[in-house]
DNA sequence: ATAATAGTGTCTTTAAGACAATATTAC
DNA sequence: GTAATATTGTCTTAAAGACACTATTAT
């Protein structure tokens, strides 16, 4: 307690005690997508600590005050413990508190989802988990039951990045870096679970100007194509029509 | 300390406190917007408290744990508590946290963006402030300097509802529960900073199936106006097309 | 009548959507 | 040659954008 009202700013620091307050638990959670032979994927960790010890979960954990710069650090941070990488994409989705979501009491969580590719990735299990490991999702779900309010959170995750199909050029960042403008088709098709045109689709991402050829082609199956790359200055073009699909 | 590890989900739970790990300051501001005489305004209050006692900040606090049901029940309180009345609109826009926002230390806040008309509405100071006031915004900024980092919120508040503008009927909700086509497309106007053409936008306003007439007319002026009002189920519609405005 | 604001009609342009046709590889 | 996939071309449609025009009030 206070001794007595203090009377400047400096005075009123150097006296306040940040646990006076009932806080909530902060904590931050990543989705983490890619896309492994032609189906959606989203890493999930198993607990190894209570609660919900031995269940599936989205990978996240409480806020490092004295090591994380921001949320997006707290978030990076999980991403690079799990994969092992940095995700081509990482984006502040949503964030839900109430007082059910966790059994210890008033929560709120920091949803983020990221966007990789699988290759060149070794999952890692981490502190508090005892796996680590790529489930296909299906209609934004997943087939174990998760921890906490996580399928809600998962489906809040996935219906973003399926919007963004609809305007945006997102869904390459689950490509390795060279790819064939089928191979970018493709993703759309499995986001938006719906048949696209194919030369549509084609004048529509050439025309964004987010695309560069390398110079080199996909070799080995039928008709070679050619190997595309996203420009350096990806600045995550937004188209100005959306597509009708998946809506 | 807990005495020993505990080998059951309840166990835990029995013995677990949320206070042995340092959590963020958890707060909820809004950034509450209407439109009075023809310019957009946003309501701000005057602080009487550390920090930055006696400087204009958006309405906010601290999550009341015992009383709020959930962020969004947070939200709706503050501006219950400021205004009296409910917003048309109200939706979080983003979660900033660091180190360097709040004087008293690592803390984050739920941002969320509300619109209402500013008819009926008697401010109201409330706890913690001295004056409640709206404030006219010049480009996603207000005359005075505002406490923590709330001039960022302010503009990012005023970002997602200026792209909005660019394909949602969102901001009809800053006007009174009728009002007129013209009125309508003035606060688009307002928010795109840029003129549009009224034939077209009449279309598109019209075509978006969210409008109904009232049956009655706005007279006074010249020719008398149509008056329309949203259509009940008002499930919040998304233009296909972006307005080029705005960009 | 004129001024002022509300509202309609029509043309152009752009990109999505549909689908036919051609090109390049492997066999 | 055929099969398979990559790529190009052309037509239709829908809505934005531009702008001319008509309608209804007040004075």
């Given amino acids: ?136 999702l299906k209609g934004g779900q997943v087939e174990p039951p998760l921890a906490f309010d996580h399928a809600k959170l998962l489906k809040r995750a996935f219906a973003r990045l399926q919007n963004k199909a609809r305007y945006t050029m997102l869904p390459g960042y689950v490509l390795a870096e060279e790819f064939t403008l089928t191979e970018l088709i493709n993703i759309y098709r499995i986001l938006l679970e719906e048949d696209l045109d194919n030369p549509m689709m084609r004048r529509r991402l050439l025309r964004s100007g987010m695309l560069e050829e390398t110079g080199s082609m996909r070799e080995g199956g039928n008709r070679p194509a050619k190997l595309y790359r996203y420009a350096r200055a990806a600045s995550n073009h937004v188209f100005d029509r959306n597509l009708e699909a998946g809506k």
């Fill in 1 to 136: 307690m206070m001794a007595q009202t203090p009377q400047t700013e400096a005075e009123f620091l150097a006296s306040y005690d940040p646990k006076a307050f009932d806080a909530p638990l902060a904590t931050v959670d990543v989705s983490i997508f890619t896309v492994i032979e032609g189906a959606l994927h989203v890493l999930l960790i198993k607990r190894d600590e209570f609660p919900f010890k031995g269940a599936w979960a989205l990978p996240g954990g409480f806020v490092d005050l004295s090591q994380d710069n921001g949320l997006d650090a707290t978030a990076m941070r999980k991403l690079q413990e799990k994969t092992g990488v940095e995700a081509s994409h990482l984006e502040q989705v949503q964030t839900i508190g109430n007082l059910s979501r966790d059994p210890r009491g008033w929560s709120l969580t920091v949803l983020y989802f990221a966007l990789m590719s699988a290759e060149s990735v070794t999952l890692n299990p981490g502190a508090g988990a005892t796996e680590a490991a790529w489930h296909k």
